[in-house]
């Protein structure tokens, strides 16, 4: 069975940072993309990055550009998004999804306020 | 990027009705590789996203068969032939096409009346 155990997320002051993980499980992590999908409170879906199975291409949507920097470690089947410098609008749960997009977790909450 | 305008954007259904969910996109969603990679999820109340119909219409495992997906181009439908209470929530349409960056729908909320 497919896993995703987001974590990491929590109140934050703005300009601070955060780091999110991922664990994935039941599938070989190694041979998929991952992205990160954020939700806003009461909000749509927004893509917020993608990287390659290898690691070797990394894509961001331009609000996050600069500010947030994805990494994997598929010795360890984890998902990592450093978010710096962060806002009042990066407010949301995050998601990691698989490239198939079939799988999601229960994404972990981030609140950036004073 | 690629935009994905839904509509309605909200949608009261009785039970045992069929519900219709309209998704249009900004550029054609036909990938170089000839596939369609237009998605549809379902995000009931306090739950994460659920992928129901993948490139355009095909059912994922699990998804009763009540929900048909349609469309190509840029225009796209989702179908809900009688509508249940648990069919309650958000749908969203997704575009696959033009990865990584996936563009989604506003979402659609589907309410019983």
């Known amino acids: 069975e497919v896993q995703l155990l987001e974590s990491g997320g929590g109140l934050v002051q703005p300009g601070g940072s955060l780091r999110l993980s991922c664990a994935a499980s039941g599938f070989t992590f190694s041979s998929y993309a991952m992205s990160w999908v954020r939700q806003a409170p009461g909000k749509g879906l927004e893509w917020v990055s993608t990287i390659s199975n290898s690691g070797g291409s990394i894509y961001y949507a331009d609000s996050v550009k600069g500010r947030f920097t994805l990494s994997r470690d598929n010795s360890k089947n984890t998902l990592y998004l450093q978010m710096n410098s962060l806002r009042a609008e990066d407010s949301a749960v995050y998601y990691c999804?698989?490239?198939?997009?079939?799988?999601w977790g229960q994404g972990t909450l981030v609140t950036v306020s004073s | 990027d690629v935009v994905m305008t839904q509509s309605p954007l909200s949608l009261p259904v009785t039970l045992g009705q069929p519900a219709s969910i309209s998704c249009r996109s900004s550029q054609s969603l036909v990938h170089s590789d000839g596939n369609t990679y237009l998605n549809w999820f379902r995000q009931r109340p306090g739950q994460s996203p659920r992928r129901l119909i993948y490139e355009v219409s095909n059912r994922d495992s699990g998804v009763p068969d009540r929900f048909s997906g349609s469309g190509s181009g840029t225009d796209f439908t989702l179908k809900i032939s009688r509508v249940e209470a648990e069919d309650v929530g958000v749908y969203y349409c997704m575009q696959g096409t033009h990865w990584p960056r996936w563009t989604f729908g506003q979402g659609t909320k589907v309410e019983i009346k």
């Open positions: 999804v698989p490239a198939s997009g079939t799988n």
